[in-house]
């Protein structure tokens, strides 16, 4: 199993970002995905979650309305889109795949937000 995540992040205030996080080693439309992320000195909290087929998602208080997961099951891959950032948005960001048991966690990519 592989989750692999591609995106540069280093943003001014309100700015955006997009992350995309691919999959390998398993069957990926057959399972929900999401995002969590950690600030330092915080624990790992769920940003963003979305069902197998796409169809429903869940967006954590702090970031609805600005944060948007996707995902797009024949290129096995999971999109984060952050639009209007905040400092308190700077974090190590990991995408999760729900396998069966633990689950699975692809490398965190770190996201600043700062002036």
């Known amino acids: 199993v592989r989750l692999v995540v591609s995106g540069v992040g280093v943003v001014q205030p309100a700015g955006s970002l997009r992350f995309a996080c691919t999959s390998s080693?398993?069957?990926?439309?057959?399972?929900?995905i999401s995002w969590h992320r950690q600030a330092p000195w915080k624990e790992r909290e769920i940003v963003a979650h979305i069902i197998n087929t796409g169809s429903k998602t869940m967006n954590a208080d702090s970031v609805k309305g600005r944060f948007t997961i996707s995902r797009d099951n024949r290129k096995k891959t999971m999109y984060l889109e952050m639009n209007n950032l905040k400092p308190e948005d700077t974090a190590v960001y990991y995408c999760?795949?729900?396998?069966?048991?633990?689950?699975?966690w692809g490398q965190g990519t770190q996201v600043n937000v700062s002036s």
């Open positions: 080693g398993f069957t990926f439309r057959n399972y929900a």
């Open positions: 999760f795949a729900r396998l069966p048991g633990p689950g699975y």
